[in-house]
């Protein structure tokens, strides 16, 4: 197939506005914004959505501003908005282990409802308890048993008393305590000066009387301590039975009050049953007293709380299920956390300080989070593989173990958690996973692969403007013409580097939206029109250019040699594109190529000095053999060959060059001159058939703009693979300098091709003995090589008669 030499019409894809059907985006808004081009995301995404087995989370995989965060986020609000509210989660104190705190769910709205049922009974329960135990009727009554203690009691002490004085003491209460003294005749306490001075037989009776005395008063404790047991108890009995009723009331409000039917009601009936016995076993500290009532108050209140309700997960008030986007998920916000505070040098807590996670908080509905968040730290992922894997979520604190104070730690009980999980990731992470991690696939069975571009169509043209315009109305912009929306869809296929594609990363298409209608207000204008999007992508692109710009002043004057007019042998410009990740440019790079006799075959100068990639090295390769095929006839060539990338010092990466690198050493076998205007991109195949490459619009741009500085006289061009030509989306000015003849773009399928573009003669077609034409130039190049194989020869001759003349 003869060289192309490409019409301006051919350089660019034009949208006509008039094609769009509406004036301007303001016409738009009442349709509603589909996922435009991402027909089979969209799909997997429904069916994950509302898969509701388990292991079916969803793993977004897709370019960042594709769309997959916010597309997704309103698939889970759609979705959970048909889904049943879930319960909420309540932490209760544990009466059996108080460490252990006790979860409870109930239905949406009853967790706050019983935590304003159980606040409103300790108030009740404070206000009346103690008037029920200063009624008249339980006055009487514990007087009645307190007054038969005392009887008993007293009668048990008149008896001690009469056997102390039978042995001469007098025995007397002080401060809880029975104390007693020895006695004279007549009746006087005696000093310890007296009892010494009696005689030895009277003091050997006093110590016998005062051990019986002591055992004596054993049995009266013995006896009394009984019956004050059994006051006691009575006591305690009587003040459950006076109480009782009242917490059988309160605790029948709250349990006619939550009249819905619960999942959890065994444990919270359990539960309200501890409540009143402990409230029973404590009801002393409900009776105000003259004395330490500070003390009881403290008391009091330290029992009262137990008997809150944590309301860790409040669902009252929520129509469907939840749907939570964590941004931040540290190990606390993710799965709770347990708050501490500092008492005598020691963290304290207890179950009101539980707090949720968004695990937690996501419970029966969506939680959508970002691997790379959680990646960062091995503890979260690792995690939440556990939870995944069991269903259940164990509220830990990692890092108590390490506190350089004690602390008084919690084991909540563990929940079961029914969360579908969105896991938004890129394709690398992705597949890194399904190699590292084989439980990852298990996990997340539905892949949601949002694409990079799509077929451009009228029908994604025209929701593509439906996107601007919802963008508008989102941001309060000013709409955009028709014209300046058909300027926004030609930049989507710059971007997909395709004719017929878009690019999908529409988060790119939303800042230019944004940046256009800034120019637009500037301007005091009604609406964006397409002056302004080019505006817009010029003022981008003298943002970012300053890398390529100082590389373009180098080239005008004269640092990096680039030779634009003329003839050369062994010598040509390649075109390569530098990627800085926020910009892409491209700039010519000259290529040399030396050959001489020889045997060493092809040498890359770049890979000898570690300077290439391994993609390079590659083409390097494919060039050497394909060089070999084509003169076969005279294998094994002898040939030593060396080609260069000259004042390339940052290395060289990608096979683009391969075409320019033959084309030079083809030159220089042959003696044939390569035209400098005419720069070259393209890969080879080992058959010679030029293959596409990439950033091909950077690169002949990057060249024009050089040719365009030192002045366009129409035999500056440049030569690109035939594959290319659906990729162009060129500037304006490149197009218009071709509609002039002023600079010619060429498309090669074989490698053939080019040779005869640049050199004039033809390349030369083997007969069936492998020769080629004298006249063309691979016939040239066969002969050069055939003179260094004659040349090797002779030099191995000389050789070996040096070598027997020395014997």
Same mark, same amino acid.
């Given at each position: 197939?003869?060289?192309?030499n490409?019409?301006a019409?051919?350089?660019?894809?034009?949208?006509?506005?008039a094609?769009?059907?509406?004036?301007?985006?303001?016409?738009?808004?009442?349709?509603?914004?589909?996922?435009?081009?991402?027909?089979?995301?969209?799909?997997?995404?429904?069916?994950?959505?509302?898969?509701d087995?388990?292991?079916?989370n969803?793993?977004?995989?897709?370019?960042?501003?594709?769309?997959?965060?916010?597309?997704?986020?309103?698939?889970?609000?759609?979705?959970?908005?048909?889904?049943?509210?879930?319960?909420?989660?309540?932490?209760?104190?544990?009466?059996?282990?108080?460490?252990?705190?006790?979860?409870?769910?109930?239905?949406?709205?009853?967790?706050? *409802?019983?935590?304003?049922f159980?606040?409103?009974?300790m108030?009740?329960?404070?206000?009346?308890?103690?008037?029920?135990?200063?009624?008249?009727?339980?006055?009487?009554?514990?007087?009645?048993i307190?007054?038969?203690?005392?009887?008993?009691?007293?009668?048990?002490?008149?008896?001690?008393?009469?056997?102390?004085?039978?042995?001469?003491?007098a025995?007397?209460?002080?401060?809880?305590h029975?104390?007693?003294?020895?006695?004279?005749?007549?009746?006087?306490?005696?000093?310890?000066?007296?009892?010494?001075?009696?005689?030895?037989?009277?003091?050997?009776?006093?110590?016998?009387?005062e051990?019986? @005395?002591?055992?004596?008063i054993?049995?009266?404790?013995?006896?009394?301590?009984?019956?004050? =047991?059994?006051?006691?108890?009575?006591?305690?009995?009587?003040?459950?039975?006076?109480? !009782?009723?009242?917490?059988?009331?309160?605790?029948?409000?709250?349990?006619?009050?939550?009249?819905?039917?619960?999942?959890?009601?065994?444990?919270?009936?359990?539960?309200?049953?501890?409540?009143?016995?402990?409230?029973?076993?404590?009801?002393?500290?409900?009776?105000?007293?003259?004395?330490?009532?500070?003390?009881?108050?403290?008391?009091?209140?330290?029992?009262?709380?137990?008997?809150?309700?944590?309301?860790?997960?409040?669902?009252?008030?929520?129509?469907?299920?939840?749907?939570?986007?964590?941004?931040?998920?540290l190990?606390?916000?993710?799965?709770?956390?347990?708050?501490?505070?500092?008492e005598?040098?020691?963290?304290?807590?207890?179950?009101?300080?539980?707090?949720?996670?968004?695990?937690?908080r996501?419970?029966?509905?969506? @939680?959508?989070?970002?691997?790379?968040?959680?990646?960062?730290?091995?503890?979260?992922?690792?995690?939440?593989?556990?939870?995944?894997r069991?269903?259940?979520?164990?509220?830990?604190?990692?890092?108590?173990?390490?506190?350089?104070?004690?602390?008084?730690?919690?084991?909540p009980?563990?929940?079961d958690?029914?969360?579908?999980?969105?896991?938004i990731?890129?394709?690398?992470?992705?597949?890194?996973?399904?190699?590292?991690?084989?439980?990852?696939?298990?996990?997340?069975?539905?892949k949601?692969?949002?694409?990079?571009?799509?077929?451009?169509?009228?029908?994604? =043209?025209?929701?593509?403007?439906?996107?601007?315009?919802?963008?508008?109305?989102?941001?309060?912009?000013?709409?955009?013409?028709?014209?300046?929306?058909?300027?926004?869809?030609?930049?989507?296929?710059?971007?997909?580097?395709?004719?017929?594609r878009?690019s999908?990363?529409?988060?790119?298409?939303?800042?230019?939206?944004?940046?256009?209608?800034?120019?637009?207000?500037?301007?005091?204008g009604k609406?964006?029109?397409?002056?302004?999007?080019?505006?817009a992508?010029?003022?981008?692109?003298q943002?970012?250019d300053?890398?390529?710009?100082?590389l373009?002043?180098?080239?005008?004057?004269?640092?990096?040699?680039?030779?634009?007019?003329?003839?050369?042998?062994?010598?040509?410009n390649?075109?390569?594109?530098?990627?800085?990740?926020?910009? =892409?440019?491209?700039?010519?790079?000259?290529?040399?190529?030396?050959?001489?006799?020889?045997?060493?075959?092809?040498?890359?100068?770049?890979?000898?000095?570690?300077?290439?990639?391994?993609?390079h090295?590659k083409?390097?390769?494919?060039?050497?053999s394909?060089?070999?095929?084509?003169?076969?006839?005279?294998?094994?060539?002898?040939?030593?060959?060396?080609?260069?990338?000259?004042?390339?010092?940052?290395?060289?990466?990608?096979?683009?060059?391969?075409?320019?690198?033959?084309?030079?050493?083809?030159?220089? *076998?042959?003696? @044939?001159?390569?035209?400098?205007?005419?720069?070259?991109?393209?890969?080879?195949?080992?058959?010679?058939?030029?293959?596409?490459?990439g950033?091909?619009?950077?690169?002949?741009?990057?060249?024009?703009?050089?040719c365009?500085?030192?002045?366009?006289?129409?035999?500056?061009?440049?030569?690109?693979?035939q594959?290319?030509?659906?990729?162009?989306?060129?500037e304006?000015?490149?197009?218009?300098?071709?509609?002039?003849?002023?600079?010619?773009?060429?498309?090669?399928?074989?490698?053939?091709?080019?040779?005869?573009? *640049?050199?004039?003669?033809?390349?030369?077609?083997?007969?069936?003995?492998?020769?080629?034409?004298?006249?063309?130039?691979?016939?040239?190049?066969?002969?050069?090589?055939?003179a260094?194989?004659?040349?090797?020869?002779?030099?191995e001759?000389? !050789?070996?008669?040096?070598?027997?003349?020395?014997?």
């Amino acid at each position: 197939m003869p060289i192309s030499n490409l019409t301006a019409a051919e350089l660019r894809l034009t949208v006509d506005p008039a094609t769009l059907g509406f004036a301007d985006t303001s016409e738009l808004l009442e349709h509603a914004l589909p996922w435009i081009g991402q027909e089979r995301a969209e799909q997997a995404a429904r069916f994950g959505l509302g898969m509701d087995q388990p292991d079916y989370n969803l793993f977004v995989l897709g370019e960042v501003g594709s769309g997959r965060s916010s597309l997704l986020r309103q698939a889970m609000q759609a979705v959970a908005a048909c889904k049943a509210v879930p319960p909420d989660l309540c932490y209760l104190h544990n009466f059996d282990v108080p460490e252990k705190p006790r979860a409870l769910r109930l239905p949406a709205g009853q967790g706050r *409802l019983l935590r304003q049922f159980m606040a409103k009974m300790m108030k009740t329960l404070q206000a009346e308890i103690p008037q029920y135990l200063g009624g008249q009727d339980f006055k009487a009554e514990s007087g009645r048993i307190e007054k038969s203690y005392k009887e008993e009691e007293a009668k048990a002490y008149a008896e001690l008393e009469a056997y102390a004085e039978a042995r001469s003491f007098a025995i007397h209460r002080e401060s809880g305590h029975l104390l007693f003294t020895l006695r004279g005749k007549k009746g006087h306490p005696l000093t310890e000066d007296e009892v010494l001075a009696l005689p030895k037989e009277r003091r050997t009776e006093i110590t016998q009387a005062e051990q019986e @005395l002591r055992a004596e008063i054993n049995r009266y404790f013995e006896k009394t301590r009984p019956m004050e =047991r059994v006051m006691n108890e009575a006591l305690a009995a009587l003040r459950r039975q006076v109480v !009782k009723p009242l917490l059988d009331r309160e605790l029948q409000e709250i349990r006619i009050g939550l009249k819905k039917q619960i999942k959890d009601s065994v444990k919270l009936g359990a539960y309200l049953d501890q409540v009143m016995h402990d409230i029973l076993d404590k009801l002393e500290l409900f009776k105000v007293s003259d004395t330490d009532d500070d003390i009881r108050k403290e008391a009091l209140n330290n029992v009262l709380s137990r008997y809150r309700v944590n309301l860790v997960v409040d669902n009252d008030g929520r129509s469907g299920a939840p749907v939570i986007v964590e941004d931040n998920p540290l190990f606390r916000a993710l799965f709770g956390s347990i708050e501490y505070h500092t008492e005598n040098d020691v963290l304290m807590t207890d179950f009101s300080r539980i707090r949720a996670g968004s695990l937690h908080r996501a419970h029966g509905g969506f @939680l959508m989070l970002h691997l790379r968040d959680l990646l960062a730290d091995g503890l979260v992922w690792e995690k939440l593989r556990r939870v995944l894997r069991s269903g259940r979520l164990q509220i830990e604190e990692p890092g108590t173990a390490f506190t350089p104070i004690a602390t008084v730690s919690l084991e909540p009980e563990a929940v079961d958690v029914d969360v579908k999980i969105i896991l938004i990731g890129s394709r690398e992470q992705y597949y890194e996973l399904q190699e590292e991690d084989p439980e990852f696939a298990r996990r997340f069975r539905v892949k949601v692969d949002f694409a990079e571009s799509f077929s451009s169509s009228a029908a994604t =043209r025209r929701t593509s403007a439906i996107f601007v315009a919802h963008t508008c109305r989102g941001l309060g912009l000013p709409h955009f013409s028709a014209a300046a929306v058909a300027r926004l869809l030609e930049d989507g296929c710059r971007e997909a580097e395709d004719q017929s594609r878009q690019s999908a990363i529409f988060g790119r298409t939303e800042a230019l939206v944004m940046e256009s209608a800034a120019l637009c207000d500037a301007r005091k204008g009604k609406l964006v029109e397409s002056a302004d999007v080019e505006a817009a992508l010029a003022a981008r692109i003298q943002r970012h250019d300053y890398p390529a710009q100082r590389l373009h002043e180098a080239i005008a004057k004269g640092d990096l040699l680039i030779a634009l007019h003329g003839e050369q042998i062994g010598q040509l410009n390649g075109l390569t594109q530098v990627d800085l990740g926020d910009y =892409r440019f491209g700039f010519p790079v000259r290529i040399t190529a030396r050959t001489y006799a020889g045997e060493d075959g092809l040498l890359n100068i770049e890979r000898e000095v570690e300077m290439s990639g391994p993609i390079h090295d590659k083409g390097v390769l494919i060039l050497q053999s394909y060089l070999s095929a084509l003169f076969a006839h005279n294998a094994p060539l002898a040939l030593n060959a060396s080609v260069v990338f000259e004042q390339e010092y940052s290395g060289v990466e990608g096979d683009s060059a391969s075409c320019a690198e033959l084309y030079t050493l083809l030159s220089s *076998l042959s003696g @044939l001159p390569l035209k400098q205007g005419i720069a070259v991109t393209g890969a080879i195949n080992q058959h010679g058939e030029v293959l596409p490459v990439g950033g091909i619009n950077e690169k002949i741009e990057g060249y024009f703009r050089v040719c365009a500085t030192a002045g366009l006289d129409g035999s500056q061009g440049v030569l690109i693979p035939q594959r290319n030509r659906r990729h162009l989306m060129l500037e304006r000015d490149v197009a218009e300098a071709v509609a002039k003849g002023l600079f010619r773009i060429y498309t090669a399928e074989h490698a053939c091709e080019g040779l005869e573009l *640049l050199t004039g003669l033809p390349a030369g077609i083997a007969n069936d003995a492998g020769n080629y034409p004298r006249g063309s130039v691979l016939g040239r190049a066969q002969k050069t090589l055939l003179a260094y194989r004659r040349a090797c020869q002779a030099s191995e001759r000389t !050789k070996s008669e040096h070598k027997h003349s020395r014997k």
